[in-house]
């Protein structure tokens, strides 16, 4: 591994530091917030100087959106599609491992802004996360997919800000609804039939 040479004010630098920049903001504006997490911050976190910082990215808000597109939560492949859980357990699975505190929720709520790229950016992820649930339950039968991908969708973001208001776990509770809106949209006769194929 190529050592890191240092700047005349023993900053790193070198390979990695884009990664070091995304790595050092997503733990920052996780911890305390983006308007509350300043450039300086970022550049010392990074170990990075403020002129590579913006080498890498123009500005803060670039910045912000760069760490949204980066944020991978594994949800969409190892969760909707898996081959050994039926469509009505992929749907309850969701609560298990959704992160505490979903950044695009986050971004939404800290910049006002709606033609800022992070708040696009989020309201397409947003967009097409519902829209697996949706195609999810309609797999698993559900009488009105739509309208159960959407209350699923709205029970886990829910989940996500109320556990991050309380500071407490509240997906539990969370998927326990689920199961009752989920039950409720599958007739039972479709429910056995998806899990015997699923079989």
Known sequence: MTELKKGPQGVRRGRGARE???????????????NSTGMD??????EVSKRTLYQHFPGKDELI??????????????????????????????????APLCPFIAAAVEIPNPAHPARAYASDYKKDFAARLTDTAREAGA?????????????LDGASARSRVLNTDTFATAAAIAAVLVDNAIPAETAVAAASLAN
């Open 20 to 34: 070091r920049i995304l790595t050092a903001s997503q733990q920052l504006f996780r911890d305390q917030g983006i």
């Open 41 to 46: 911050q970022l550049c010392a976190s990074a």
């Open 65 to 98: 959106a760069e760490c949204l597109r980066q944020f991978d939560p594994d949800i969409l492949p190892e969760v909707f599609d898996r081959t050994d859980l039926t469509p009505r357990e992929r749907l309850l699975a969701i609560f298990e491992i959704h």
């Open 143 to 155: 009488t009105d997919p739509e309208q159960l991908g959407e209350q699923l969708a709205l029970l």
